[in-house]
T-cell receptor
């Protein structure tokens, strides 16, 4: 069975500092994709970054980078130079070839950015 | 706006009433997904369509829930005889070809409150 685990219910970070949000996953499928989404208090789910299981390099998108450690089955999100607008829920997600390509989500981490 | 749109955004209904939500996916996307999200949790998969075919339903989708995508474009999610436990946000998402690398794009969600 596939599973996503986010062990940090909440995180605090000072504005302009970097923060790492943890995510571990479990799947026996060799082909999968890992995603991070941001959900502000308004509710919409915003796609941030994607990492494929066969990608050799860690994905980066602006201030977001994904620290992909395949052997450890971890896909941590690093946000550099935090901004007040980064305060939100962050969800790690996985999509695998088995199970019909549906995307499964972790429980999320709430990030608070302090001024 | 060419994103995923959902209607209504908010619905308050009395227990026992039926409600219907509509989702219009991104036009070129052939996959459409429904998720449910309760407060403090990540989205939970309910069902998905490829074109007009409903390919998978979660066991979370009881007999009171039915989803359709009659022409492979918009979709509806109906909940019959609503219960207080149905109170949640119902998220619709769409994606292109069913490959692990393609992300799903979410609508803004439909909030349901059953009183």
């Amino acid at each position: 069975a596939q599973k996503i685990t986010q062990t940090q219910p909440g995180m605090f970070v000072q504005e302009k500092e970097a923060v790492t949000l943890d995510c571990t996953y479990d799947t026996s499928d060799p082909s999968y994709g890992l995603f991070w989404y941001k959900q502000p208090s308004s509710g919409e789910m915003i796609f941030l970054i994607y990492q494929g299981s066969y990608d050799q390099q860690n994905a980066t998108e602006g201030r977001y980078s994904l620290n992909f450690q395949k052997a450890r089955k971890s896909a941590n999100l690093v946000i550099s130079a935090s901004q007040l607008g980064d305060s939100a829920m962050y969800f790690c997600a996985m999509r695998v070839n088995t199970g019909g390509f549906k995307t499964i989500f972790g429980a999320g981490t709430r990030l608070f950015v302090k001024a | 706006d060419t994103g995923v749109s959902q209607d209504p955004r908010h619905k308050i209904t009395k227990r026992g009433q039926n409600v219907t939500f509509r989702c219009d996916p991104i036009s070129e996307h052939n996959r459409l997904y429904w998720y449910r999200q309760t407060l403090g949790q990540g989205p939970e998969f309910l069902t998905y369509f490829q074109n007009e075919a409903q390919l998978e339903k979660s066991r979370l989708l009881s007999d009171r829930f039915s989803a359709e995508r009659p022409k492979g474009s918009f979709s509806t999610l109906e909940i019959q005889r609503t219960e207080q436990g149905d109170s949640a946000m119902y998220l619709c998402a769409s994606s292109n070809l069913p490959e692990a690398g393609n992300t799903i794009y979410f609508g803004e969600g439909s909030w349901l409150t059953v009183v």
